[in-house]
């Protein structure tokens, strides 16, 4: 007598049933995934329309083999012949292994793969590398790679889906335009399967081996969108400003990224907490990280001028950020957060970067010209007031002596000077 009657079980009919309403049931199952979500995308109808196991076959095709071997062992369970019956047993009990493992590993949970393809399907094919170097003002500054951008664009699931901020989003951010993101991974396989869907190669962003990469541009297209611009600037500034107990000396991404990251905020921002004081003091963190470099460095350091003209223009774009406002956005606060980060960087020297104390000034001078307001003028004499009196007894660098500043002034306004537009009457009466 064996010790298991192999015939008896493939010939038990309530046996076969009861596999079968199982594995039915499982199949019903399917629908507890449409109430999960991945970054705004409905996980169930991905799982079924969409996801492919192994990057073949997809799970929709998967299922419907499942049922038609489910429906045809209903119907042939009466079929006698042994042969026929163990067949049919085996087929059986493989579709309620498939079953047991789809309903734990994508129904119960959300699956991993299927998360990542979601990922893939979302961001991936947005931009691609190409010759083209016509980029905007920042991105030509810092020597960002040619590329350019197709039709597609980030979903609007995607987009409302971060406009809320909380650990799950947070996580999900880290995981789609973070250091570890699909963004930047240049491989064979990558690289095939953006071949085959969207006939492109991948965008190249530059990387260094502290995990530091260039901020994606799918991220600015989120940014642009987002009602979150404050909490996901000051996310992507804190994720590639690299580990400080690592990436202790200077790293040219890092400057690199903060003055794209100010760039759009001075673009595209609209968001009210971005004018908020809280906000300028933590950005401003991130600006000094940025610019930060000690003196044995400098004279190591290849593109000197280079990064004295990107300096130059993110220390313009901050001071564009701090003190225009045209749309009456910032409040009170905001205006003495940002007069007393002009004061630590203009008299307490809490710039560390390349450019010197005499060519901040000059650049607050012009952006003060520039915007053309009361409170610019009266701020910027009462800094140069107490730069006076701070280096009292010391040579004062020439541009920055009151006769020269007033002659520079007088310059720049006949050099902007608005003309009366010509007309034909004015020149043959």
Known sequence: MSFIDLKSI????????AVIAINMTIIGLTSLAETKKII???YGKFLVKKYRIFNLFRVYEMLVVFAIINVFSLFLMFVETFEFRLINSVFLMISLVFAIYYFFAYIISENKLVKNQIYEDEIKGLYYESDNFDHQEADVLTKMTGGSRTSKKLSSNVISYFNTYNSESQLAFEEIFGRDSLLYDYSKKSRRKLKKKYNISPYIYRNNSKGIHDISYEFFQLFRHSDQ????AIEILRIFDGDR????KYEILRLFN?????THLNLFGNNDNLFKYKFLEYVIIFFYNAVLIEGDEISNLPYKDMIEEVESYTFNQLLQFMFNDEHNQKDSTFTLAAKKIIEEILLKEKYKGILKNQDLIILFLNKTLEIDNQYMKDLFAEILDKFYEKNRGEEIPGMLKIENIKTYITEYRQRNRVTVSVTTEEIFG
Request: a neutral charge; charged letters at 25%.
């Open 258 to 262: 903060f003055t794209r990251v100010i």
């Open 229 to 232: 611009q404050d909490k996901w």
């Open 10 to 17: 493939i010939f038990d009919s309530n046996l076969i049933i």
């Open 245 to 248: 107990l690592i990436c202790k």
């Open 40 to 42: 705004g995308i409905d």
